[in-house]
């Protein structure tokens, strides 16, 4: 995507320049002002060199993804931070560095926060419509394959409102039509606790006209099944470093 002069310069200088706002072990996110808003720039890792060839000629970059799913979401109605641009930066050998602009987002918390503290206020009402939006998500048959606790951000409309962003996009499937199992294995990232997947499954229910019962054994089984194949893959992580 050619981008203006503005924009192109803050890329050129992003090492050097800008606010750190996230700095993971794969990608890193800063902050710029940019006509007189805030920005958010998102520099994915730098592939290895089968992937620099995969994104150049076979599959659209993480960044291009993001950019053109962010902008399905908002035609669908769908809660996310407005996109501005992308950009690739590639050589002979493939893609090299890619980046994904868009708004920042002022939020409230973000989902994880109501996992960590059981205690967090309005955390049932936040949950109920949380459901409403995961609802309204999969009824436009979108499969957010990232939907984990970190991922979507929540900003306080006033004491009993909420509205709901989805944020690191770049994997997705749209479906014509999610099946129910579909549905309740893309929500099975969310929580390991029970006590919220009963107050999510009692709200999916409802929306759905499904039983109750169902979407919370369903949702659990899910649930549980993650969790396990999770902390497996972590102790095998942790056995592997041990032997070093």
């Known amino acids: 995507m050619q981008l203006n002069k503005t924009l192109q ?15 993971g ?43 053109n799913y962010a ?23 493939g893609l090299e560095k890619s980046y994904y602009i868009s708004q920042h987002l002022k939020f409230d918390l973000m989902f994880r926060d109501l996992v960590e503290d059981n205690n967090y206020p309005n955390r049932d009402i936040i949950l109920k419509q949380f459901m409403s939006f995961c609802y309204k998500l999969h009824e436009n048959g979108i499969e957010f394959l990232d939907h984990s606790p970190g991922n979507t951000l929540i900003k306080k409309e006033n004491e009993k ?3 709901f962003y989805l944020v690191d996009l770049n994997r997705m499937i ?18 390991p606790y029970k006590d919220m997947i009963q107050i999510m499954s009692k709200e999916y229910a409802a929306l759905s006209n499904e039983e109750e019962n169902l979407v919370f054994g369903t949702l659990w089984k899910f649930t549980s099944e993650f969790q396990y194949k999770f902390y497996r893959k972590k102790r095998i992580k942790n056995k592997l470093k041990s032997w070093k």
């Open 174 to 191: 749209f479906h014509k039509k999610m099946t129910f199992e579909q549905r309740m294995k893309n929500l099975s990232r969310l929580t």
């Open 25 to 67: 072990n794969r990608n890193v996110i800063k902050l710029f002002e940019y006509e007189g808003a805030i920005i958010n720039v998102k520099a994915f890792k730098v592939p290895n060199w089968i992937n620099k060839i995969i994104y150049n000629y076979f599959r659209n970059s993480k960044a291009r993804r993001s950019f």
């Open 71 to 93: 902008t399905i979401l908002l035609e669908r109605g769908i809660g996310t931070p407005k996109p501005i641009a992308y950009y690739e930066q590639k050589s002979f050998f």
């Open 161 to 163: 409102e909420y509205s």
């Open 9 to 23: 310069n803050i890329l050129d200088n992003f090492d050097n320049s800008g606010k750190l706002f996230i700095a």
